[in-house]
């Protein structure tokens, strides 16, 4: 699912909102979850999941065309966890049609 597939679901729910509104909403949410992972803050969406920034720490790594070592910067990454029940629900699903 895109963004814009999220926006046309959410003006397809709720007919009281426009395209412009859904889309509004949409982006207001994903920015306001962008700015706390880049303030270093923790987000949970309760049945959903959380998202946290995690610290990755300078390694050396392999050039893969010539093994050359190569040092790769310390870094900090997004990391989402998945909740207890969308965890579940994706489980169920993938059984049930046997994926």
Known sequence: MTRSDLVEELAA??????????????KTILDAVG???????RI?????GSFSVTH????????PRSG???QIPEKRVP?????????????????????
């Open 79 to 99: 990391h989402f966890k998945p909740g207890k029940a969308l965890r579940e629900s994706v489980a169920q699903q993938s059984a049930e049609t046997g994926a």
């Open 68 to 70: 050359e070592a190569v």
């Open 56 to 63: 990755r720490p300078p390694r050396l790594g392999r050039n």
């Open 13 to 26: 729910r709720f007919g009281q909102l426009t395209h412009r509104d859904a889309e509004h909403a949409v």
């Open 44 to 48: 949970e969406i309760r049945g959903f």
């Open 35 to 41: 700015d706390a992972l880049v303030r270093g803050h």
